[in-house]
Nanobody
Framework: QVQLVESGGGLVQPGGSLRLSCAASGSILSIEDMGWYRQAPGKQRELVASMSSGGSINYVDSVKGRFAISRDNAKNTVNLHMNSLKPEDTAVYYC???????????????WGRGTQVTVSS
């Protein structure tokens, strides 16, 4: 069974930094895309950053220049380094990965449970 586990959320002041980590484990054959989504109260879930297995990266415009995504294919992990945090970044952040399992032939999306990030003075 495949699962994603996030860590690193917490409370930080505006302008501060935080690093989120996600580890995929289980019966994994390969991982295509890995990334981070977030959802604030009353808002739709949005893609924050993603990275393909080949290294292609996408960011939502609001975090460009402040956030950086990194990935370790050998360890099946993905990190999100968040700098210059703003109150508007407050949300639950979810790890997401498109994975082909050892028993399957089609890729499917897997989700972590989410980790809370709160930016407040």
């Amino acid at each position: 069974q495949v699962q994603l586990v996030e860590s690193g959320g917490g409370l930080v002041q505006p302008g501060g930094s935080l690093r989120l980590s996600c580890a995929a484990s289980g019966s994994i054959l390969s991982i295509e895309d890995m990334g981070w989504y977030r959802q604030a109260p009353g808002k739709q879930r949005e893609l924050v950053a993603s990275m393909s297995s080949g290294g292609s990266i996408n960011y939502v415009d609001s975090v460009k220049g402040r956030f950086a995504i990194s990935r370790d294919n050998a360890k099946n992990t993905v990190n999100l380094h968040m700098n210059s945090l703003k109150p508007e970044d407050t949300a639950v952040y979810y790890c997401n990965a498109k994975i082909i399992s050892d028993y399957g032939f089609l890729a499917r999306n897997y989700w972590g449970r989410g980790t809370q990030v709160t930016v407040s003075s």
